[in-house]
T-cell receptor
Framework: AQSVTQLDSQVPVFEEAPVELRCNYS??????LFWYVQYPNQGLQLLLK??????LVKGINGFEAEFNKSQTSFHLRKPSVHISDTAEYFC????????????FGSGTKLNVKP | ETGVTQSPTHLIKTRGQQVTLRCSSQ?????VSWYQQALGQGPQFIFQ???????GRGNFPPRFSGLQFPNYSSELNVNALELDDSALYLC?????????????FGQGTRLTVV
């Protein structure tokens, strides 16, 4: 079984400041890792994913994440946020044998202030 | 816009009733997964259908059932509704459950049980 912990339920940040959203996972099998974004009253949009290879993954809208196997973490970062980044962000895992069956964290609400 | 459409967008049901939610998958996709997202929580995996067969199930009771049609659209049925079933129900479609393909989410159906 897999599980995901997002350590911060809310992260307030000023516009143009850097941000890091933290994600830790637990799994007894190999996993793929994902970050999704959810805007109000919408579904989920994929930001980026780690399947294999380089542990630094770049995604859309200037986001990136680093896979750290020893710390079982997959933290999301952006060097300079915009007001439009205000949304809820979900970290998710899926087993490599059951791709696209996701186990999500509880989410982090990013609130970008002017 | 992802091409995954869900209907209806909102509905209100009374405790004990039955409900059917519908998902039209993206063209070319043969796999549909359903998730329940309670308020303030991350989505939870309900089950997945691949080529009209159930291909994995999360920790949900049997009163949650599904169906996938030859055109790969899908239904989620919930019997004997309980107040705790109030949530946003998301479906996601993908091409194949074991290949490296992205899952696309619909905008969800907001179910309120009163």
């Amino acid at each position: 079984a897999q599980s995901v912990t997002q350590l911060d339920s809310q992260v307030p940040v000023f516009e143009e400041a850097p941000v890091e959203l933290r994600c830790n996972y637990s799994s007894s099998v190999s996993v793929y890792l994902f970050w999704y974004v959810q805007y109000p009253n919408q579904g989920l949009q994929l930001l980026l994913k780690y399947l294999s290879g380089s542990t630094l993954v770049k995604g859309i809208n200037g986001f990136e994440a680093e896979f750290n196997k020893s710390q079982t973490s997959f933290h999301l970062r952006k060097p300079s946020v915009h007001i439009s980044d205000t949304a809820e962000y979900f970290c998710a895992v899926s087993g490599t044998y059951n791709f696209n069956k996701f186990y999500f964290g509880s989410g982090t609400k990013l609130n970008v202030k002017p | 816009e992802t091409g995954v459409t869900q209907s209806p967008t909102h509905l209100i049901k009374t405790r004990g009733q039955q409900v059917t939610l519908r998902c039209s998958s993206q063209s070319g996709h043969n796999t549909v997964s359903w998730y329940q997202q309670a308020l303030g929580q991350g989505p939870q995996f309900i089950f997945q259908y691949y080529r009209e067969e159930e291909n994995g199930r999360g920790n949900f009771p049997p009163r949650f059932s599904g169906l996938q049609f030859p055109n790969y659209s899908s239904e989620l049925n919930v019997n004997a509704l309980e107040l705790d079933d109030s949530a946003l129900y998301l479906c996601a479609s993908s091409y194949n459950p074991v290949m490296n393909t992205e899952a696309f989410f619909g905008q969800g159906t907001r179910l309120t049980v009163v």
